[in-house]
Structures are given as structure tokens and as C-alpha cells.
């Protein structure tokens, strides 16, 4: 057995699982890694990863989701380039679940959408936002960081 170090996971209510699992899957790339039945809480608990490290998703059954992680408070998904954000904000437009239009802020930052999951959680997707840079600069200009 791995013991997991750091930041493994953040966990959120759904009211409809299944929903939840088709719009992180579409929006971002993420698949069940772990699907159980939480016997004590009569709910089920699923956990969605997107392969790229050991971090997940975890959704855990509710009757309604509280609080509701909203703007600014969110999930953020790093995509390959601006086009895959243009894409996902017209399918979001088509879908009703884009907040506002692409946001184009530059360095650090990069462009962006906000979108809403079947609950009402935030997402966002982002071009160019650096956040490896700034975490190993830091990491290698402080060796107590290891």
C-alpha cells in the first residue's frame, strides 16, 4: 500500500451522481476510479480522477448540495490550449451550464471559463495559467519545502 502525501482530494455533494460523473467526464476528462456504497450514511460515494496525478474528485450522494462551491470559490481543470476552452464554452452555451463567456487575463492567470455542474458547483477550465512555475520556484529556492 502507497501512503498519499499532500493534497489528495475535494469532495462534493450531487444530488444526481450520475449526472455528475457524465458532466465532469465531458468538461474534464475525468473517470470513476472508485464507486461504493456508504452503508452507514445510506449513500453512495464515487471518486473521479483524470489520470494526471494521484488527486480526485470525490461526489458523495446528498439530498441537496450545501454549501455550493460557486464563483470564486472552484474546481479549476487545466486544458491543452484556447481552443479546447472555445469549444467547451459553445458546448456549455448549448447546454446552459457557461457562466460567462472566455476570459482572456494573460500571465499568470490565462483565459477561462466558468461553468456549472448539475448541482450547481463552479468549474473552471483554463489556457496559461502557470501554476508549475510558481510551485517549483518556490520548492527549489526552499529545500525545507521537501
Given at each position: 500500500?502507497?501512503?498519499?502525501?499532500?493534497?489528495?482530494?475535494?469532495?462534493?455533494a450531487a444530488?444526481?451522481?450520475?449526472a455528475?460523473?457524465?458532466?465532469?467526464?465531458k468538461y474534464a476528462?475525468?473517470?470513476v476510479?472508485?464507486?461504493?456504497?456508504?452503508?452507514?450514511?445510506?449513500g453512495?460515494v464515487v471518486w473521479l480522477?483524470?489520470?494526471t496525478r494521484?488527486?480526485?474528485l470525490?461526489l458523495?450522494?446528498?439530498?441537496?448540495p450545501?454549501?455550493?462551491?460557486?464563483?470564486?470559490?472552484h474546481?479549476?481543470v487545466?486544458?491543452?490550449?484556447?481552443?479546447?476552452?472555445?469549444?467547451?464554452?459553445?458546448?456549455?452555451?448549448?447546454?446552459?451550464?457557461?457562466?460567462?463567456?472566455?476570459?482572456?487575463?494573460?500571465?499568470?492567470?490565462g483565459?477561462?471559463i466558468f461553468?456549472?455542474?448539475?448541482d450547481?458547483?463552479?468549474?473552471?477550465?483554463?489556457?496559461?495559467?502557470?501554476?508549475a512555475s510558481?510551485?517549483?520556484?518556490?520548492?527549489?529556492s526552499?529545500?525545507?519545502?521537501?
Amino acid at each position: 500500500m502507497t501512503v498519499d502525501i499532500g493534497l489528495t482530494h475535494i469532495a462534493l455533494a450531487a444530488t444526481d451522481i450520475d449526472a455528475s460523473i457524465k458532466f465532469y467526464k465531458k468538461y474534464a476528462g475525468m473517470n470513476v476510479v472508485h464507486d461504493r456504497l456508504d452503508v452507514e450514511n445510506d449513500g453512495r460515494v464515487v471518486w473521479l480522477s483524470d489520470m494526471t496525478r494521484p488527486f480526485v474528485l470525490v461526489l458523495i450522494k446528498a439530498d441537496k448540495p450545501d454549501p455550493v462551491l460557486t464563483p470564486f470559490a472552484h474546481l479549476g481543470v487545466g486544458c491543452k490550449s484556447r481552443s479546447e476552452i472555445d469549444h467547451f464554452a459553445k458546448l456549455g452555451k448549448q447546454e446552459g451550464v457557461l457562466l460567462f463567456d472566455p476570459v482572456d487575463e494573460g500571465p499568470p492567470v490565462g483565459y477561462y471559463i466558468f461553468l456549472k455542474d448539475p448541482d450547481g458547483h463552479s468549474l473552471e477550465l483554463s489556457f496559461g495559467q502557470d501554476v508549475a512555475s510558481a510551485v517549483l520556484s518556490l520548492k527549489s529556492s526552499s529545500p525545507s519545502l521537501d
